[in-house]
């Protein structure tokens, strides 16, 4: 390219551009095409980044550079139909080496105006930031990785919510079940009371009638017939007593049986009150995990931004 001398006046002190743009040469990765693509020329640093010795450079074609995805596409087309418009490109782009490597790049394309006015060529000045998107891709993943690892911990939390509400569930319907057996020994009791009234009863009668038989005893001397009478119903009382006593005594086994159920039944309400314990413990260590898990996604994505 034929090179001019220009100079920029600024407080007297004379700038010349042409070791502005030696500068800009040494930093920046420069290529020129013409209208329709094909490479004019290339400074070495775009060269040596493409994986291109600078003298191969010229009449490579832009496409040569791109992914076939882009290139096939309507995007392509509109792209340079942009630039031969004079609209200038700038955004990150990725392009292809020699060696079909992805690169990344953030660009800026422009277009190049004769005196005329009319567009030569494109200019495009890029710098490699390749680095940075494979870092970006990597704590991408990362965040990615952590973020299902956090879907697994909440769902695992919920998992064992569900568990706690299922023991909690049982341990209503035992205790549920627990007060249907008090009700009942309740029942019990009472009939036990009534059936001890009773007893009471016919004892103060047979007392009664045993009193009556001494005095018929003491009256009849050779007549007994009054005593045979009393004795008779004595010994009837006698066994409606021993009737009414095994009725009393099966009614308190009944009870026995059912203060052994309760016993059994409030066992096995402990073991399921440690059992809900237990797992609202796994519950809480889950939903710590989830926390140590979001702190550390809240790290990494403040890396992510510093990367950026």
Not at 15 to 44: H, R, Y
Not at 193 to 209: E, H, P
Not at 283 to 299: H, M, R, S, T, Y
Request: proline share 1%; aromatic share 8%.
């Amino acid at each position: 390219m034929k090179q001019e001398i220009y100079t920029v006046q600024n407080n007297s002190k004379a700038l010349d551009v042409n070791s502005v743009f030696a500068a800009m040469k040494q930093s920046l990765a420069m290529i020129v095409f013409d209208t329709e693509g094909n490479v004019l020329w290339a400074n070495e640093k775009f060269a040596r980044t493409m994986g291109y010795e600078v003298d191969e450079m010229p009449g490579l074609k832009h496409h040569q550079f791109c992914a076939p995805e882009f290139v096939n596409s309507p995007d392509y087309f509109i792209f340079w139909k942009n630039l031969r418009n004079g609209r200038t490109f700038q955004e990150k782009i990725m392009r292809v080496t020699k060696d079909h490597r992805y690169l990344w790049f953030e660009a800026t394309y422009a277009p190049i105006y004769e005196h005329e006015g009319h567009i030569k060529g494109v200019i495009k000045v890029a710098t490699d930031i390749t680095s940075r998107e494979r870092a970006r891709t990597q704590l991408t993943n990362e965040l990615q990785n952590m973020a299902e690892g956090l879907l697994k911990r909440v769902e695992e939390g919920i998992s064992s919510g569900h568990d706690v509400v299922s023991y909690i569930e049982t341990v209503v319907e035992e205790t549920s079940g627990n007060m249907e057996i008090l009700q009942l020994l309740e029942k019990k009791a009472e009939s036990a009371n009534k059936l001890n009234d009773k007893i009471r009863n016919i004892a103060d009668y047979t007392n009664l009638l045993a009193l009556n038989a001494a005095i018929e005893a003491a009256h009849a001397k050779e007549y007994g017939k009054g005593f045979n009478v009393v004795a008779e119903e004595v010994r009837k009382l006698a066994k409606q007593s021993e009737a009414t006593a095994r009725e009393v005594k099966l009614n308190l086994e009944s009870i026995s049986s059912q203060v052994e159920e309760i016993a059994k039944r409030m066992k096995g309400s402990q073991r399921t009150i440690i059992d809900s314990q237990t797992c609202i413990d796994k519950a809480v260590d889950e939903f710590i995990g989830i926390g140590q898990a979001a702190n550390q996604l809240d790290k990494k994505a403040r890396t992510l931004e510093d990367v950026l």
